[in-house]
């Protein structure tokens, strides 16, 4: 089945440093991505929808300068966290649409486990 | 707006009980509603689904029936394995391009 490959699945970095997330879809085009993350005992949150070739959109709340996402290819979207400090520590998951017919279906990565010192 | 909220965890049980985990949802209209299930180390997955009242979903010896007059979709399976520790999540969906709005997430852990 269609698989969502998710780098790093950990990471540990020191404050005001930047971090990159990738997200690919193996064996299928992925024309919408998403992003979520999850602090301790919350739920999953949307953080944002890229289209592929298209600037993101940004749910409320959460600052595009500081989360940057590219959606170059119909593959591959990043997460870059800038300067990174340790209320940004949180789980980061993706997500990725692929259109079937009249129908869609989601598929997820494993997630990344950021922690900011 | 639209939320979700599902029963702490972690919930412990021994192999072979019964498992439910409870989901109530506020939304406006008629959302789809969703399980879905994250094994150690892979990404969510899709477990079952429903998209109208009364519908009820099942997958894997799991089952959830939406009910409008409590807004409930409980996760039920009648004889859970260890292979089913995993982080369950409920989820719903407004319309068809609106995105999921997820529950925190219930950590079950099975053991023999």
């Known amino acids: 089945g269609a698989v969502v490959s998710q780098h790093p699945s950990r990471v540990i970095c020191k404050s005001g440093t930047s971090v990159k997330i990738e997200c690919r879809s193996l064996?299928?085009?992925?024309?919408?991505m998403f992003w979520y993350r999850q602090f301790p005992k919350q739920s999953l949150m949307l953080m944002a929808t890229?289209?592929?070739?298209?600037?993101?959109?940004?749910e409320q709340g959460v600052e595009k300068d500081k989360f940057l996402i590219n959606h170059a290819s119909l593959t591959l979207s990043t997460l870059t966290v800038t300067s990174a400090h340790p209320e940004d520590s949180s789980f980061y998951i993706c997500?990725?649409?692929?259109?079937?017919?009249?129908?869609?279906?989601?598929?997820f990565g494993s997630g990344t486990q950021l922690s900011v010192l | 707006g639209n939320s979700v909220t599902q029963m702490e965890g972690p919930v412990t049980l021994s192999e072979e009980a019964f498992l439910t985990i409870n989901c109530t949802y506020t939304?406006?209209?008629?959302?789809?509603l969703f399980w879905y299930v994250q094994y150690p180390g892979e990404g969510l997955q899709l477990l079952l689904k429903a998209t109208k009242a009364d519908d009820k979903g099942s997958n894997k010896g799991f089952e959830a029936t939406y009910r409008k007059e409590t807004t409930s979709f409980h996760l039920e399976k009648g004889s859970v394995q260890v292979s089913d520790s995993a982080v369950y999540f409920c989820?719903?969906?407004?319309?068809?391009?609106?995105?999921?709005?997820f529950g925190k997430g219930t950590r079950l852990s099975v053991i023999a």
């Open positions: 989820a719903l969906r407004r319309s068809g391009n609106t995105p999921l709005v």
């Open positions: 997500s990725a649409r692929e259109r079937q017919g009249g129908g869609e279906k989601l598929f």
């Open positions: 064996d299928f085009q992925a024309t919408t």
């Open positions: 890229s289209n592929e070739g298209s600037k993101a959109t940004y």
């Open positions: 939304a406006t209209g008629y959302p789809s």
